[in-house]
Structure formats: C-alpha cells, structure tokens
C-alpha cells in the first residue's frame, strides 16, 4: 500500500482495489496532478510578471535624488586611459504615441537570469577570502567623484565582492557621504541594496597588496574580462582589490559609458535609483519650494556652465564636447548632431538656448517663453539675458540651519569634529573649532552642485552639457524611460548598442543640413570671472577684455595676479622697463608680443614684485606692497568682429589659459564697489544704493566674495533688475580661492583694476570705495539756479574734469574721515527718539580731526599730512579717456607711486566730496574714543529725503526694509551691523538729542 504526496496537498488514503474504487482513485490522482501542474504553470506566470516589473522599476524608474558636484577646485579632467573595445548586442526601441507627441521608450528586457549570462555562470566561492573590492580617488570635482563610486560599486555588485569606500583625505575628495550627521544624504537605500562597507577604509591599516592594485590600463579590462578572468582575479586576490581609478573616471569603449557587457552596465543604472538626497536638503530644489510650483519653471532645466568644466578653457570644452558626441552616434547621425554650431554652442548653452533644444515640443515661439531652472553649478547669473524666466536652487536656509546646529552641539558641551564628522577631511577642518566656518565654503559649494544636479534630474526637458559629469549623472538619474526628454541623454545611454538611436528625425529641432557655422554673439559677460591658473599655480588669469585704445582701436587683455616671466631693466638714466619673456596666440595668430603693465609703487617694479611679500607665502600680490596685479596687453592679435565665437587666448610660456569680458550701458559715473562679504542687514543696503544714486552714481559693480544674509541677496537682486547694479561672483568658490575673506587685499586691486577696464570709454568717471565707506557730495549753498541739488556729486565730477582739462589730471582724491558716532550706545529714550530715522540719520558726527597714524601723517609735530594712503583717502578716475594706458588700480589712488601721484592726480577739498568711513576700531583698541573730539557734519537733508521717498515707493524694497528693521528693534541692533555699540560720555550724544 503507497502513499501519494506532495507539497501542495494531503496525503490519499488507500482503496481497495475494487474495479470501482480503482476508477475513482485514478480519477482523483489525474484531478489532483492536473491541478497541480495548473497551479505551478500560474505561479511561474505570476512570477516571471512581477520580476519584469520590478526590472522595469529598476532600470526605468525616474530616481529620486542624490549628489552633486563640488563646485569649489575647478581641477580639468584627468587624460583618459586606453581602453578595450567591447561588442554588445543590439537594444529595442518602440515608438509610443501618447497626446499625439511620439516619445523613442526604451523597452527593458524581462530580468529573468539567462543561464549564459555573467551573472550566472560567475558563482565565486563566498568563503574563499574577505572579498573585498576599493579605489583610489583620483581628485575630480564632485560629479566626478560621485561617478567613481557608482562604476566602483557596479565592479563590486558584478564581482560578488563588498564595496570599501576609501576615506575622503582632502578638500577635491569630499563628498559628504561618510558624514551622515551633517543631512546631506539619505544613504539607507543604498545600504540596503548593496554590500558597502563605510568604516574599513577610514583606517589607514587597509591597505591593498602590490599586486592587487590594478594598472590604469587593466581597470577597464577588469568588467569586458568576464568570469574566467574575475576567477584568476580571485585566485590571485581573495581577500581586496584595487580597481584604482587614481589615474581617471573607468570609462570603457567611449567617453561616459560604463564597463562591461550589457548586463553589468545595466547594473551601474540600478545603483542610480538607489542614489538620494537627504529629504531636508531636497526640500530646497525649485520644485519644492512653494513660491516656484505651478508657475511653468518645471518645464525645463538647464546646466550650463562658462565654457565647459573648468572656466574659460573653450578647447577643453569644445574638443571633449567633440569626443563624447562623435564617440557615441554612428556616422552618419553625428554629422546631423555634432556640427560646429551645436558643438560650440553647447559650451555656452545660455548664448544659443533656443538652438540647444532638439526637441520640437519643447521649443517657443519667443525666447522670452522659455520658463526654466538653471543650473549653473555657481558660475553664472543669467539675468542679463534672461531676467525673470529663470529660478535656481538656493541653500542658503539650510546653510543657516547647520551653523544653528552646529552652535547646539558646542552648547552642549560636545565637539564638532567628534560629533558631525567622519571623514579625515571633515575632522580636520572641524577639529578644535566652534562653529562650521572652516568646513562652510565647501559645504556651500557640495549642497548648491547637489542642488543644481537634483534641479536637473526633477524638470520635464533637460538641456544639458555633452562632456560634463553633472549632466551625465542627471541623465542616470532621469532614468531610461526619459532619455529622450533631453538634447543628449539618448546620447550617452544605450547599454545594449554600440551607438546611441537617435530620437525620430520628425521630432527633432535644429538637426541635419549643413553643418552651419553662424555661432551666437561672442561671449562678453560683465558677471562671472574666468579664474583660470596656470600649470604651477603662480599665475591666475582673471578674465580677457577687448579694451578700448586710441584713435577707435581695441587691444585684447588679460588681468591677472601672480608670477609671469619678465624681466625689469634699467637704462643709463636708471629707468625701468619691463620686457615680457611670453607670447600671445589666438587662433592662427601665435606667438604675438605681449606688453605687461605692473602696478607702480614707491620703490622699484623690481622691489615690489619680486621681492616684497615674501613672508606670506603666496604667490599673488599682497600686503607689504607686494604688487603683482598685473595687465597683459596682445596688441598684434586682432579681433574679428565678423566671428561670432573667438577662440580661446593663449599665453605661451609656462602660463595659462583666460577668456573673455564684458560691457556696461554708457553713463556718466560708476561706482567700483570693493569686494563685500558676509552681509546680515539688508536696511544697510538698500540705504547705501539709494543714497549713492541720489548724489549721481548712474550703475554699482558689486563684487561678493561669500555668502550674504537671503534678505540681502533679494535686496542685490532688486536693483540688479533695475539694472543700477551689476553682480560679480568673486568668491572663493568661483576663483578657486584666490578671492577670499583672508586675501581681500589683494582681491580688492584685482576687482578695482576689473571695474576700470569694463568701464573704460563708457563712463566719464569710475568711483572706489568700501561697502562701510559713503560718499558725501557738495556740502556748498546752493541756489535755485543751481545746476546740481546740495550732497550732490556733481560739483566734485566738475571740478575734476577741470582739473583734467587745466592740468592733465587724470583723476581726483578725496579725503576719508571716520564717522565715530557709529560707537555711541543710544539710551531708550535715545532710541526712540530715532526710531523713524534712517540708519545713514543715525550718525551725523564725525572726528574733528583725523587721529595719527592711522588717518593722516605727522610730520615734525604737525599732523596734517593725509594724502593718498596717509589719510585713507578714496578717489575716481577717468575711464573716459581711452588714449590713457590701461594699468592696475590700487586702494588709495591709481598707483602708490606719489611722486607720479602728484602729478597726474588732483586733492579735492572736503567741501566738495569726502568719504564718510562708517569705522574706526583704531580709536576703540587704543580706548581714544572717550577723549577724541566729535563734530555735527549731518549728511543732506535734501539727499536723505530722496532717499526716503525712493523706499517708501519702491514697494519691494519697502517691504524688506520693514522687516528688517522690525526684525533689529526686537534684536536690539539697529546700527551698523559691524559695530558693537560702547557706552560714551554725553558730549558724544548731542546731536540725538
């Protein structure tokens, strides 16, 4: 007697074995099998279904967010490595018609594992070793970093091994992802998917055998080797390997594609569905913000950068932008797509926007249409072309909300580095320190790219840069199923093809016929700055200009700071010249004369370039007088105008590459406003620009070295769309920190020398002064008849040109006098008695007399010296003249040279223009202000009045205003924000009262 059983049912008992009973048994068994098989054939269904479906998720889901680029060393890419060409089978396209606009999808093949698949037929054994694979990071900027890991963790995935990520030592490695306290990102589904290991590789005891560490050119064979190879691999290095990747991004077969067949580069798309961002910092992109949803700006996003990755070098751009397109189209359709224009324009995406979109859908009739998200990765402000149309991430709030943090946890009684920090990098920076200033500019520049990046990945159209990492990793992160919503996603992700498949020809824009040359408008930006160093880092080229020269010619130049090759000679009369030991070359003009113009001082060029400064270890200009500001001037290039995009300007030596310039409206004086940083209370602002326009500024350069409050920054952007101001990102972010709080000496001559050469021949005159520093016009009587009101600029701008026109003055000095009442601490009654008074009405006193040394000169027991830097004073210059030499301008006149000074420079008297200096701690660290004297020398009534009323109807910055002073009632700080008030004797408070 037997017993039938099986899994899905109970046993059957026994029969007899009657005729009858036999039928029925065998009736029962052949119902009871067929229900089986039933059964089993609908799972197997089912089965097959949910894991197409789940493939499709992984392979097409549109991710959520991740990381982004660090914004802060803008080092080029590393050369790439020679690669083996891999043969991988043709992928499938359908055509979906959906609203009658047919959109190329990708149709992802069922997940099931094919028994000649890699992933089959590679089944190491688990016991065999620790199994462990790294990398070395190789100092890309953050984009770059971030793909390292994603090609590290598919080699791991592919290879059976956990993935030790390598610890972040320095500033180009950091990614933020060990330091998990800090927000940034949400690396729990990551953990979840994958075998990472985050702790080993912070211990310098890991380390990886010789032999075990492969060779830039075995890493990309690594994956293309398939298992045979991964098994020699294991036998030889059970426990780690080292893909390297210190020599450059693992690329294989053509630039931004993964390695391997088909399906281990499908594996590195998985990873990108698991990358996110913190859910606290992805609150901050546009599309999550309130005041952006519903307005159309999720339409499109563009990344668009100043001439490619790393500033101004347009080769860099144009070649690699080159490669990528050419290495991934067959060719027939690269000549359809990566003709000259495109290929230029893709470099400079904001001069070419409507071209850029390859998509009929998305273009308008009108460029003015275009609403879009910009992602600049902080290196340009599209406002001058397209003010209004655009929003940009901004993590300003979350910035404030992480020095809030870290401030708690010093309260607290815990340490930063012990308590935020993981990373070498972070630990170092945050060792020893009570707030998060030395880590702050970094975590600026790596939340802003993450931010940019997330930007991308979350808007409908994606206009993107062929050859930068950025785009690529929005393009991972948009997912196969939105490939061809983009100008060049379908471009680089095609896993199954060995050339992209183009969108249809009949949905395409701007695609096919001649391979047009007519590039847009040369750029010439009065924003952002090129910031490009040379090979050793001595030398910086801060931007190129067409400058205007005598008789209507322009003369191509570079301002830069640091060491160039030259050589100082001196005649028989001890005259010094200076002799460029370089060349200039432009397109097919090479190898041209360069003429070099140094800053003059009161000793030798010799002394104060080569010889001053020593002790502050920088190769750039600094206090002490060294002066290395410096113009090259390439007199013999010329400048086509016919050519709408100019090639890029070589300096041939051991120097290197800038760019190009800018251009402001003509007005009669502009105000060359010194690098500003840090700034809290926006009142300050909006008072500083309405008063300077009110005495005759016609237009503001502001150059912002950091971050400034959000209220502040609304504030810049006000005036920047009244067109009174233009923004200049002089940060340490964009220059590579060559502008920063520490090195504003030497930024403020660069960014003066900056202000005069975009000026020149479009202003008559162009005013230097600080940010705590106000201009104070005529204070003479004036009739009805008078051609200017009273504190106005124009009686000083009069005398000046008069002095020009007598005397050959080619600018005018005044003289700075410290405003010392800034220091008073105001009783409440005091308080009260101001509380409808502007701040610039606060502080009608000044010094009687200046306080020797630090505001005039003594001179054997008499103290009236003040000229030039003896007395801080200020001055304007004439930008008019376009036959007078363009040269470096310093602080306290054009040159330190006074000798020269005296002749070419005109001391205007008070009564015409002074600087009110809103400062002073010489008085307070020496604790003179209780015994120095004070007079009334209110600022115009009829000035501040204009004032006033300007605010009042400007009903934007009146709202700000409000505010913010609401704000500094209820804080008690209704000063100037750099002052801590003291309390002073009563003889200081007569002019409240």
């Given at each position: ?373 910009l992602a600049s990765d902080g290196t340009h402000d599209w406002s001058i072309d397209f003010d209004g149309q655009f929003v940009v991430a901004n993590n300003t709030e979350w910035l404030l909300a992480k020095q809030k943090h870290a401030l708690e946890v010093i309260n607290s009684g815990k340490s930063l580095d012990s308590t935020l920090a993981v990373s070498s990098f972070a630990k170092h920076r945050l060792r020893g320190q009570t707030d998060l200033s030395r880590l702050l500019s970094t975590l600026d520049a790596l939340t802003a790219t993450l931010l940019d990046l997330f930007s991308l990945v979350d808007s409908k159209y994606l206009l993107g840069g062929y050859y930068s990492t950025l785009s690529l990793n929005a393009c991972f992160l948009r ?183 800018g251009k402001s409206d003509q007005k009669e004086l502009v105000h060359c406003l010194n690098p500003a940083y840090g700034l809290k209370d926006p009142r300050w602002v909006i008072e500083f620009m309405e008063y300077h326009r009110a005495i005759g500024v016609s237009h503001v350069h502001v150059y912002n070295v950091d971050m400034h409050s959000p209220e502040v920054q609304h504030v810049l952007q006000v005036y920047r769309a009244q067109d009174f101001i233009t923004r200049h990102d002089w940060s340490g972010k964009a220059s590579g920190e060559y502008t920063t709080r520490v090195t504003y000496e030497h930024a403020k001559w660069a960014a003066q020398t900056d202000c005069a050469l975009r000026s020149r021949g479009m202003y008559d005159y162009a ?227």
């Open positions: 007697m037997h017993t039938a059983t099986n899994s899905n049912c109970k046993p059957i008992s026994s029969r007899k074995k009657t005729k009858s009973n036999g039928l029925f048994r065998n009736t029962i068994i052949l119902l009871i099998v067929a229900a089986i098989v039933l059964s089993l054939f609908t799972l197997a269904l089912s089965w097959v279904a949910i894991q197409r479906d789940e493939a499709r998720n992984e392979l097409n889901a549109s991710p959520t967010r991740l990381d982004a680029p660090i914004s802060e060393p803008r080092l080029r890419r590393q050369s790439e490595v020679d690669v083996n060409k891999i043969s991988i089978e043709k992928q499938t396209v359908e055509i979906v018609h959906a609203n009658n606009q047919p959109t190329p999808k990708l149709v992802a093949p069922a997940a099931t594992a094919d028994k000649n698949s890699n992933s089959v037929i590679y089944q190491p054994d688990p016991n065999s070793g620790k199994r462990l694979l790294t990398y070395k990071r190789f100092g890309g900027r953050l984009n770059n970093q971030l793909f390292q890991f994603i090609t590290a963790l598919q080699h791991a995935k592919v290879m059976k091994r956990t993935l030790v990520v390598p610890d972040e030592i320095r500033e180009v490695d950091w990614t933020g992802m060990f330091d998990t306290e800090l927000g940034i990102w949400d690396i729990d589904s990551l953990n979840a998917a994958y075998d990472i290991d985050w702790t080993t590789g912070l211990s310098d005891d890991f380390t990886t055998p010789d032999e075990c560490l492969l060779h830039w050119k075995e890493g990309p064979k690594l994956l293309n080797g398939g298992p045979k190879h991964w098994e020699e691999w294991d036998r030889k290095c059970p426990d780690v390997i080292n893909i390297a990747g210190n020599t450059g991004l693992l690329f294989c077969e053509r630039q931004h594609q993964f390695c391997g067949d088909a399906e281990a580069q499908k594996e590195a798309y998985k990873i990108y569905s698991h990358w996110k961002l913190s859910p606290e910092l992805m609150d901050y992109i546009p599309s999550k913000r309130e005041e952006f949803k519903n307005k159309g700006y999720d339409e499109m996003a563009i990344h668009s950068r100043r001439a490619g990755e790393g500033g101004y070098d347009w080769e860099l751009c144009i070649n690699g932008n080159r490669k990528t397109c050419t290495q991934h189209l067959d060719k027939d359709v690269s000549k359809q797509f990566c003709d000259p224009r495109t290929i230029k324009g893709n470099c400079a995406i904001w001069m070419d926007l409507d071209y850029q979109i390859k998509s009929k859908s998305v273009l308008k009739n009108n460029e003015k249409d275009y609403k879009f998200v997912g196969l199923d939105r490939m061809y919503d983009s100008n060049m996603c379908w471009m680089l992700m095609h896993t199954d093809t060995k050339h992209a498949i183009p969108p249809p020809m009949e949905e395409t824009a701007h695609v096919g016929g001649d391979e047009r040359n007519d590039i847009p408008a040369a750029l010439m930006s009065d924003i952002e700055h090129a910031f490009v160093r040379n090979k050793d880092g001595q030398f910086i080229a801060i931007d190129r200009y067409l400058i205007p020269a005598e008789k209507g010619k322009q003369v191509i130049g570079i301002l830069g700071d640091g060491y160039v090759p030259i050589t100082i000679e001196k005649d028989e009369k001890g005259e010094e010249s200076i002799r460029a030991d370089f060349t200039c070359s432009m397109g097919n003009e090479v190898d041209t004369p360069a003429t070099v113009v140094l800053m003059k001082g009161d000793q030798s060029y010799d002394e104060h370039y080569f010889k001053r400064g020593e002790k502050y270890k920088t190769p750039f200009s600094t206090n002490g007088d060294r002066f290395r500001t410096l113009i090259v001037l390439c007199e013999n290039l010329t400048f086509d105008k016919s050519l709408s995009r100019h090639p890029p300007l070589i300096l041939k030596s051991l120097d290197g590459k800038t760019a190009a310039a005013l230097f002064s600080d940010i705590d520093e106000v201009v104070s016009g005529s204070t003479m009587k004036t009739d009805a008849d008078s051609k200017y009101p009273a504190g106005h600029l124009g009686p000083a701008l009069d005398a000046c040109q008069e002095a020009k026109t007598k005397g050959g003055k080619i600018g005018c000095s005044f003289n700075s006098n410290t405003v010392t009442s800034v220091y008073t601490k105001l009783s409440d009654e005091e308080e009260l008695a101001m509380k409808d008074k502007l701040i610039l009405e606060r502080y009608g006193r000044i010094e009687a007399s200046p306080h020797c040394p630090a505001n005039c000169k003594c001179t054997q027991g008499t103290c009236q010296e003040r000229k030039f830097h003896y007395g801080r004073q200020k001055y304007m210059a004439d930008v008019r003249d376009t036959e007078l030499q363009p040269r470096p301008m310093w602080t306290h006149a054009i040159a330190r040279d006074y000798e020269e000074m005296d002749r070419v420079m005109e001391i205007l008297p008070d009564a015409l223009i002074s600087v009110r200096h809103h400062q002073g701690h010489w008085y307070l660290n020496k604790g003179l202000l209780d015994s120095m004297e004070e007079v009334d020398a209110p600022l115009s009534g009829a000035v501040m009045k204009t004032v006033r009323e300007s605010i009042e109807n400007a009903s934007e910055l009146k709202e700000i205003y409000a505010k913010a002073k609401d704000d500094a009632q209820t804080k008690s700080m209704l000063g100037v924000e750099w002052i801590n008030t003291v309390e002073r004797a009563a003889k200081y408070h007569k002019s409240v009262m």
